[in-house]
């Protein structure tokens, strides 16, 4: 009788109990008398931060400092007269020095990008002169019947 006693008296107990074993099973004793309370582990996020940090830093302190270098040391170019028979380069065109070296040293100037273009171009019209006179032989065969070994 004393269970079922227990039982009907339902939630108010039950929610003592189960905080009573969370207490004792969150918080442990120290030999110094002083509770610690166990929680789950934090290794991941502080590592991730750590790794974060040192890597932006990594690109962020050079990429600072040589910013501010050329800003301070060589600034923005000027506009002067252009001597006869001198044909300026794409890249002297743009008036801040990061943006000329990215501009000469990663990318493509527009005439090359334009060449290249027609090559690939003028390759495929190759290919499909090819593809045409290769469907008219085989149908020139076909309507004779006089070739045996072309497929070999």
């Known amino acids: 009788m004393g269970v079922l006693s ?3 008296r339902g939630p108010a107990l039950r929610g003592q109990l189960t905080t009573a074993r969370c207490v004792n099973f969150c918080q442990r004793r ?3 008398h002083e509770t610690m309370i166990i929680t789950p582990s934090r290794w991941q996020w502080h590592k991730f931060k750590d790794m974060f940090h040192f ?3 990594l690109g962020a302190i050079p990429l600072a400092l ?5 800003n301070v040391k060589v600034g923005p170019a000027t506009l002067t007269q252009i001597p ?3 044909v300026p380069k794409d890249w002297e065109y743009h008036s801040h020095p990061i ?7 990663r990318y493509k100037n527009y005439q090359e990008m334009y060449e290249r273009k027609l090559h690939v171009l003028h390759v495929e019209d190759e290919k499909r002169q090819m593809r045409l006179l290769e469907t008219k032989i085989k149908k020139v065969i076909a309507d004779r019947e006089d070739v045996q070994g072309y497929s070999y």
């Open 55 to 57: 890597y932006l830093m």
């Open 99 to 105: 943006t000329r070296f990215i501009v000469k040293y």
């Open 6 to 8: 227990v039982l009907a």
């Open 84 to 86: 006869e028979g001198y």
């Open 30 to 32: 120290m030999s110094g």
């Open 66 to 70: 040589t910013s501010f270098f050329v």
